[in-house]
Structure formats: C-alpha cells, structure tokens
C-alpha cells in the first residue's frame, strides 16, 4: 500500500512537471519546429508516466488503450525531436506522421485485441522491441551529429537530453520484457516512477542552465562565408588572427571541404590546435553555430560558381555536387535550395539567362 501511494504521488510530479514544460516550451518556442516536438513528446511522456505498468498482462480498458498508444507512439516522437534538436534545416514529412500514426495505431489494436485473443507477453515483447528501434535510431541520430554543435554548453544539454530520455526508455522496454508479473510489480513501478521524475527533473533542470534561442534556433543558420577583413583584424588578438588565416587558407586554397569525412577533429589535426579551440574560433569568430553549415556554405560557394560558369554548362548536376565535397545529390540539392531559394537546375538556368 506504502509503495502504491509513492508510485501514484511520483506519477503525479512527474505528469505536472511534463504538462508545465509542455506550456512553457509552447509558449516560448510553439514557433519552432525543435520546440513544437519537444512540446509533442514532453505531452507524450506525460501519457507513459500515466499509462505504464511493468509486468501487468490484465486486459487494458478502452479508456486506457488511447494511452498507451499515445505513450507507445512517442517514441516516434522522441526520434524525430532528436534529428530536429540536431539538425536546424530538418523538416517533418507526411510520411513521418504516417510512421507515428501507425506506431500508435498498432499498439492501440495490440492492447484491445491482439493480446487478449494471443499471448499477452508476445505483445508485450513486440511492443518494446518496436521502441527499442526507435530509441536506437535516435542514439544513432545523436552520435553522428553531436560532433558538429560548436556551441559547447548547447552540445553537451542536447546530449544530455536525448541520452537521458534514452537510457530511461531502454530500461523501461527492457523491464517490461524481462519482468512477467508478480510480486515484484509494485516495487519495479515505483522504483520505475522514482527514475522516471528524476530524469524529467534534471533535464528540466539542464534546459533553463542554457539559452533556449540557442537550444531551440528560430530558423536554420544562414552565415555567409566569412573572410577576415580589416573591419574585424582590430577585434582580434594576434594568435586567434593568425588560426583564423591558416583555417580560411585550408577552406579557401587546399579545399579541404572537399575531403570525404571531414571532422571538426581532422581539421583541427591539420592546424595543429585542440579541438575545442577551433569550435570555439568557428563560433565566436566566424559567426557559425554548426560545423557542418560552415563546410556546406564554402561548398556551395564552389558549386555556385561552377554551375554560372558556361564552360561547364554540360557538366552534371551531380559531378558538380560530388567535386564540391557532398556525398550524394540529395543532401545537395536540400542544402542548396535553403540557402539560395531554388534548386541548382534552377539556379544553373537562371544563370545563362541572365548571361
């Protein structure tokens, strides 16, 4: 009974925190793609920390199916906030609401008549592996993009959120598979609901310790190529002038952009300075808040200028784009239409129109 109380008082802090998070973020940041699915998932993980029950195989009531489904479908959510929260330029698809609709849609079915007609610990198991891939595809998402924050108190929140909510979801799929019933239920879903308001917590506590224009930006980073002129050489203390000219003679006269796989750590390997020295020159000198818009901007400063040049109006699109540095035309064509309004056909057409 004891246990039973603290797990329904944790419930309760915890779906406040969530529903007060929830109002703020919208508030705050309703405008911004990033700040719209933390709101979603913030409201999601408030129907988990209501709907969850570790080990239960009772029949689900039709008012607590929706739930479940909700809860079940966040993990969706929780994936495309991650690519959001680390990609600026990512954009929602109808087919990424078609992904979720079908997540909670399927878990819905589950609870209502797949388990009762089946083997509930068979649901169950699916259930959680399903979000167990979800959760994978967001950590995966995380590590390939963490890198390439230059805002370092931002970076390491934005780590610290996902990889929070990710450690508690993998638990929590993993409890719900391993543990089948019993008498361990109670104390497994009160240590559940413990673990689950000290993460809300912290990560509510982690997101008012930064800025939330920098943590959530308005619009994707759209800097200009940045030449060190006499305008700013006067702001500069002599050492930081002379990185800036070695890493501009890197981008400008090696094109080191047009590497494959270039980091962030490889670049700084070639200046011979530390990584966090050059994040922080990239940032707070040139202006950028990513590492891989400031390579996009000198690769797109080189396709820009190839597809205005007449004597190579016969060159593909994509041998343009590949020589540029990009691995594939897609990504290609995305990043050259945010920052110059229209696709490289257009752009190339334009061009010879005008000439």
């Not at 979720?100 to 609870?111: G, I």
Request: charged residues 15%.
């Amino acid at each position: 009974m004891m246990l039973s109380t603290i797990d329904i008082a944790l419930r309760g802090a915890t779906v406040a925190l969530l529903l007060v998070l929830a109002a703020s973020l919208f508030r705050g940041f309703g405008t911004v793609l990033a700040g719209r699915l933390a709101v979603a998932f913030a409201l999601g993980s408030a129907a988990h920390a209501v709907s969850y029950s570790i080990g239960a195989t009772s029949p689900v009531s039709i008012g607590h199916a929706p739930l479940i489904a909700l809860s079940t479908g966040n993990v969706v959510v929780f994936w495309l906030f991650t690519r959001a929260l680390f990609d600026d330029a990512f954009k929602l698809r109808a087919w990424h609401g078609l992904v979720w609709a079908a997540v909670a849609a399927f878990s819905f079915v589950n609870c209502m008549w797949m388990a009762p007609a089946g083997s509930p610990r068979i649901s169950i198991i699916a259930i959680n592996l399903l979000a167990l891939g979800f959760i994978a595809l967001a950590a995966t998402q995380t590590i390939s993009s963490w890198s390439a924050d230059l805002v370092e108190r931002r970076r390491r929140v934005r780590v610290f959120i996902v990889g929070a909510s990710a450690l508690y979801g993998g638990m929590n799929a993993v409890l719900q598979m391993l543990l089948p019933g019993g008498a361990t239920n109670e104390i497994a879903n009160t240590v559940n609901s413990a673990v689950l308001a000290g993460v809300v917590a912290a990560i509510c506590y982690a997101m008012i310790r930064v800025d939330g224009a920098d943590l959530f930006p308005a619009a994707p980073e759209a800097a200009p190529v940045v030449l060190v002129s006499a305008q700013s050489t006067a702001a500069e203390d002599a050492n930081d002038q002379n990185l800036v000219d070695a890493l501009m003679r890197l981008m400008g006269d090696e094109r080191i952009y047009r590497h494959d796989n270039i980091t962030i750590g490889t670049l700084a390997t070639k200046l011979g300075m530390p990584e966090y020295r050059l994040r922080r020159l990239i940032n707070q000198r040139l202006g950028y808040r990513n590492f891989n818009v400031f390579l996009n901007e000198h690769r797109i400063a080189e396709a820009k200028a190839a597809l205005a040049d007449p004597s190579q109006a016969e060159v593909p699109v994509i041998t343009i784009a590949m020589d540029a540095g990009f691995q594939s035309l897609g990504p290609f064509n995305r990043a050259f239409k945010a920052t110059t309004g229209v696709t490289p056909t257009e752009y190339r057409r334009l061009k010879a129109t005008a000439a």
